[in-house]
């Protein structure tokens, strides 16, 4: 964590909180998943919060990854230098972001870059790698290397088609979530503020 000492009383509790979301069976999965998608010499990382987290730090892997997903030619990040300048590295994860919310994620899913850098949030960055994953599989565009039960598939739209005269015939029922013309009337019923008759 850069240049930040132990958190105390409230903020150690929320981190404690937000630390508990971080599981490792999802970790094991979302590795598979990026050492099969990438390909190529990436080492697998010890099992662990910090070495998945120093694994990803750099943003070359993520920015490999969303790479990965596209046709040759067609990858997003087109230069992704080898660097141990903080900025640039930080700059790395920040076009991951980018590319991955071109790429059909949806912004509430993303991670902060500090998430990541910093540590602070490591569970949010397995929520985008996954939302990634699911993603990938629901585009189903032959650039997904995996297995099918690592993410969910995301739901398609479902377009109906109707004819008119099926439109026609809808706009004369009257549905029943609107309440029925027929049962309960209001006969017997007094207007407001009258007394009631008591005999």
Known sequence: MANRGPSYGLSREVQ??????????????LVDWIILQVGGDIERPESGRL???????DGTILCRLINSLYPPG??????????????????KISQFLQAAEAYGVITGDLFQ???????????????T??????????????????EPDWFH???????????????RQGRSLIG??????????????RGYGMPRQIM
């Open 16 to 29: 404690e909180k937000i630390d508990q979301k971080y599981t490792l069976d999802l970790e094991t999965r």
């Open 51 to 57: 070495n998945f987290q120093s694994w990803l730090k």
């Open 74 to 91: 067609q990858e997003p990040i087109k230069k992704i230098p080898e660097t141990k300048m903080v900025f640039k590295q930080m700059e």
């Open 113 to 127: 870059t500090v998430d990541l850098w910093e540590g602070k949030d490591m569970a949010a960055v397995q929520g």
């Open 129 to 146: 790698l996954s939302a990634l994953g699911s993603m990938a599989l629901t585009k189903d565009d032959g650039q997904y290397r995996g």
């Open 153 to 167: 598939r995301k739901a398609q739209g479902n377009r109906r088609e109707f004819s008119e005269e099926q439109l």
């Open 176 to 189: 029943m979530q609107m309440g029925g013309n027929t049962g309960a009337s209001q006969s017997g019923m």
